[in-house]
């Protein structure tokens, strides 16, 4: 599978996962001029920005990592204008969902987790 096939596919566990969770997803590749938010969800009464990493192989290290302090700054100013431009004062917050799917179809390993809510610093 080709990566962005394998991205794709990737999110769309994702959604399957945190809907299993108890999340509403209301958005997925949502482009703004800031950056692009990989899935939008809620739950609980606030909105959650979920970045979405994928590695076909897990000897590389883990898809989280991939959040490095640059793509941090990016998603909360994507987060930021997609909620100004929504008129929405939710609470919000980020997940990364770390994907390891080395061999479609079979079902790969998922991992959510959070990521601190505060701008991160430059």
């Given at each position: 599978?080709?990566?962005?096939?394998?991205?794709?596919?990737?999110?769309?566990?994702?959604?399957?996962?945190?809907?299993?969770?108890?999340?509403?997803?209301?958005?997925?590749n949502v482009r703004l001029q800031r950056g692009e938010l990989d899935l939008i969800a809620r739950r609980d009464r606030?909105?959650?920005?979920?970045?979405?990493?994928?590695?076909?192989?897990?000897?590389v290290g883990p898809p989280h990592r991939a959040v490095d302090r640059r793509k941090r700054r990016a998603l909360f100013?994507?987060?930021?204008?997609?909620?100004?431009?929504?008129?929405?004062?939710?609470?919000?917050?980020?997940?990364?969902?770390?994907?390891?799917?080395?061999?479609?179809?079979?079902?790969?390993?998922?991992?959510?987790?959070?990521?601190?809510?505060?701008?991160?610093?430059?």
């Amino acid at each position: 599978m080709d990566p962005r096939a394998l991205g794709r596919a990737a999110e769309a566990e994702v959604a399957r996962e945190l809907a299993r969770r108890g999340y509403v997803i209301v958005g997925k590749n949502v482009r703004l001029q800031r950056g692009e938010l990989d899935l939008i969800a809620r739950r609980d009464r606030r909105v959650w920005f979920v970045e979405v990493k994928c590695r076909a192989r897990a000897d590389v290290g883990p898809p989280h990592r991939a959040v490095d302090r640059r793509k941090r700054r990016a998603l909360f100013a994507a987060a930021r204008e997609y909620l100004h431009r929504q008129r929405d004062g939710s609470c919000f917050g980020f997940l990364v969902a770390s994907v390891v799917w080395a061999r479609p179809p079979e079902p790969p390993i998922i991992t959510v987790a959070r990521l601190p809510v505060t701008p991160p610093s430059s």
